[in-house]
C-alpha cells in the first residue's frame, strides 16, 4: 500500500512533461491570414483602392456629338444638312495630378488599415491559442486533483470500514469529489467554446476538430519595457494610418485651392454641306471645319474660400485625432505592461515558492493519512490548496502571454518567440474537441 502511495504521489505531485506535439501556433496563424474573413475584408478594400488609382489623374472621356439639320440650312456654298463635333475637356495643370495622388493617400490608408487587422487578428488567434492550452491544462491539473481526491476517498472508505475513521469525513471527502467531477466537466464543456472560437478566427467551419496544447507557453518580453513606447510610435500601423490621412487631408486642401482656376474645354466641328443647287460657286459642298475653346469661370469665390478653410480644419482635426492616439497608445501599453509584470510575478511566486511546498505538504499528508496520524479533513484542505495554486500558476502564464499578445499588436512588432513554446502531451481522444 505504501508503495502504491509513493507512485501516486508522484504521478500526481510533479508538474506534467511534454509528449506529442499539437498542431503549432504559426500553423493556426497562417491558417487564420489565409482564411479569416474579417482579413479578408480588409484586403479587399485595400486592393479595390489600389485598382482605384488607375481611373484618377486620367482626362475625362471626350464628348462626340452628332446633329442632324431637319430642315437644311441654305447658304451660298450649299444647304447645311449636319454637324459633328467633339469635345475635350483639360482640367487646370496639376489637377489631374493631384487627384491621382489622392487617390494613392487613400489606398495608403486602406493599406495601414490591413495591417492593423493583421496585427488584430494574430493577437486573437494568439489568444485563443493560449485559452486553449489553459483549458487544457486546467484539465489536466483539475483530472489530477481528482485522481488524488479518489485514492483519498478509497483510504477513507477503508479506514471507515475499520472504525478508525468517522463517517461525516468520508461524506466530506465524497462531496468534494463529486464538486470536483463537476468543475472537470465544466472545463470538458469549455472546449466546444473554444473551438467555436479558434475556427471563426482561422474561417474553418464549426466542427472542425483542434487538438488543444497540452501546456501552456512560457512567454516573456525580449525587449526592455521602456523602449516599446518608442517602438510603438515607429511600427503601430496604427499611428502610420493617422500620418497617412494627414497627407491624404493636405492633397485635399491643394485641390481646393485649384479650384479657383477654371477648366478649359477644346472642341473640333465639322459642319457637313451639301452642293450648292444654283450658280457654281468656288467653294460649293465644302464642309466648314470649326475649332473651338471654352472655360468655365470661377466667378463664385467665396464658395472656394470655404472649402480651402474647410480642408484645412480637415488637417487639423487630422492631427489631433493622431496626437489622441499616441496618448491612447500610450495608456494602453503601460496598462497592459501592469498586467504583464502582474502575471509574470504570480507566475514566479507559485512556481518557485508556493506550489513546491503545497507538493510537499500533500506528499507529507497522504502518508500521514494513510497510517493514521492526519485526518481527512487536514489532508482535504491540502489537497484543495494545492488544485487552486496549480491553476492560478497556469491563469497567470496564460495571462502572461496574453499581455505579450496585446503588446505585440500595440507596438507592431513580434516581440516574443511564440514559434519555440513546447506543446505538451496529447490530449486523451475523449477530451478532444469533436
Known amino acids: 500500500m505504501k508503495i502504491g502511495l509513493l507512485v501516486l504521489a508522484a504521478l500526481l505531485l510533479v508538474p506534467s512533461g511534454q509528449g506529442a506535439a499539437a498542431a503549432s501556433l504559426a500553423h493556426y496563424i497562417e491558417e487564420a491570414l489565409a482564411h479569416n474573413d474579417e482579413l479578408a475584408g480588409a484586403r479587399a478594400a485595400e486592393l479595390a483602392a489600389a485598382h482605384g488609382v488607375r481611373k484618377n489623374g486620367v482626362l475625362p472621356d471626350p464628348v462626340l456629338a452628332v446633329q442632324y439639320y431637319l430642315q437644311p440650312v441654305e447658304t451660298r456654298t450649299g444647304p447645311q444638312e449636319a454637324a459633328i463635333g467633339i469635345n475635350q475637356q483639360l482640367p487646370w495643370p496639376g489637377k489631374l495630378a493631384l487627384a ?33 492550452g489553459y483549458n487544457s491544462a486546467a484539465r489536466r491539473i483539475t483530472r489530477q486533483g481528482l485522481e488524488l481526491l479518489r485514492y483519498s476517498e478509497s483510504v477513507a472508505l477503508n479506514r471507515y470500514s475499520t472504525g478508525k475513521l468517522d463517517l461525516d469525513k468520508v461524506l466530506r471527502l465524497q462531496v468534494e469529489v463529486v464538486l470536483l467531477e463537476e468543475r472537470l466537466q465544466g472545463l470538458i464543456d469549455r472546449q466546444d467554446v473554444l473551438r467555436t472560437r479558434l475556427n471563426g478566427l482561422l474561417g474553418a467551419p464549426r466542427q472542425t476538430k483542434r487538438q488543444a496544447p497540452a501546456t501552456l507557453p512560457v ?50 466641328k465639322t459642319i457637313v454641306t451639301g452642293s450648292a443647287e444654283f450658280g457654281d460657286p468656288p467653294d460649293s459642298g465644302r464642309d466648314p471645319v470649326i475649332a473651338g475653346l471654352t472655360l468655365n469661370i470661377p466667378l463664385f469665390r467665396d464658395k472656394r474660400h470655404g472649402a480651402v478653410a474647410e480642408q484645412r480644419h480637415e488637417v487639423l482635426a487630422a492631427r489631433s485625432r493622431r496626437a489622441q492616439l499616441v496618448q491612447e497608445l500610450d495608456g494602453a501599453i503601460e496598462q497592459v505592461l501592469a498586467k504583464y509584470r502582474s502575471s509574470r510575478r504570480r507566475h514566479d511566486f507559485y512556481e ?83
Open 100 to 132: 491621382k495622388e489622392q487617390a494613392r493617400r487613400q489606398q495608403g490608408v486602406l493599406a495601414r488599415r490591413l495591417e492593423a487587422v493583421e496585427l488584430g487578428v494574430i493577437r486573437q488567434v494568439k489568444e485563443a491559442y493560449v485559452e486553449y
Open 219 to 268: 512567454v516573456g518580453l525580449a525587449m526592455p519595457e521602456a523602449e516599446l513606447y518608442e517602438l510603438a510610435r515607429r511600427k503601430s500601423p496604427r499611428l502610420a494610418e493617422a500620418d497617412t490621412v494627414i497627407a491624404r487631408e493636405k492633397v485635399a486642401v491643394a485641390q481646393a485651392e485649384k479650384d479657383f482656376w477654371p477648366d478649359l474645354t477644346v472642341s473640333l
Open 352 to 434: 518557485q515558492s508556493v506550489l513546491p511546498k503545497l507538493r510537499q505538504e500533500v506528499e507529507v499528508g497522504l502518508q500521514s493519512f494513510q497510517d493514521g496520524s492526519q485526518g481527512a479533513l487536514a489532508l482535504l484542505a491540502a489537497e484543495k490548496e494545492l488544485l487552486r495554486f496549480e491553476l492560478e500558476q497556469s491563469r497567470a502564464r496564460a495571462d502572461q502571454a496574453i499581455a505579450v499578445a496585446r503588446l505585440e499588436e500595440l507596438a507592431g512588432v513580434t516581440l516574443a518567440q511564440w514559434q519555440a513554446v513546447p506543446l505538451g502531451e496529447e490530449v486523451p481522444a475523449e477530451h478532444q474537441l469533436q
